[in-house]
């Protein structure tokens, strides 16, 4: 079983930045891709980034391409999202993923499906962006 922990959501104005979170429980965190997705309220939780076990990959959605950049430290048992020039269409909860299986492609991940095949979900954490 694996837990996982954001942190680091919270109220920015446009423009500014945060740095988001997410701490693995589990011996085999080196082991998973790693994602975040996000839900906007009366939304579908949709895709925002993903990254592969070694970091060596990484995919984004479109809506945050150049804004936002996934990180992990296989030491630490964690994953982060930097995000950048913030915007108020940006103000949803954010969830940290795990996918158990090797990773599937870039393609696969951008796919609005690709969130059933997370296999273990954090509890989110807000962000709100004001304008």
């Known amino acids: 079983q694996v837990q996982l922990v954001e942190s680091g959501g919270g109220l920015v104005q446009a423009g500014g930045s945060l740095r988001l979170s997410c701490a693995a429980s589990?011996?085999?965190?080196?082991?998973?891709?790693m994602g975040w997705f996000r839900q906007a309220p009366g939304k579908e939780r949709e895709f925002v980034a993903a990254?592969?076990?070694?970091?060596?990959?990484?995919v984004y959605a479109d809506s945050v391409k150049g804004r936002f950049t996934i990180s992990r430290d296989n030491a630490k048992n964690t994953v982060y999202l930097q995000m950048n020039s913030l915007k108020p269409e940006d103000t949803a909860v954010y969830y940290c993923?795990?996918?158990?299986?090797?990773?599937?492609?870039?393609?696969?991940?951008?796919?609005?499906?690709?969130?059933?095949?997370?296999?273990?979900w954090g509890k989110g954490t807000l962000v709100t962006v004001s304008s």
């Open positions: 990254i592969s076990w070694s970091g060596s990959i990484t």
């Open positions: 589990g011996r085999t965190f080196s082991s998973y891709t």
């Open positions: 993923a795990a996918d158990t299986k090797p990773w599937r492609g870039s393609y696969y991940y951008t796919r609005p499906s690709s969130l059933y095949g997370m296999d273990y």
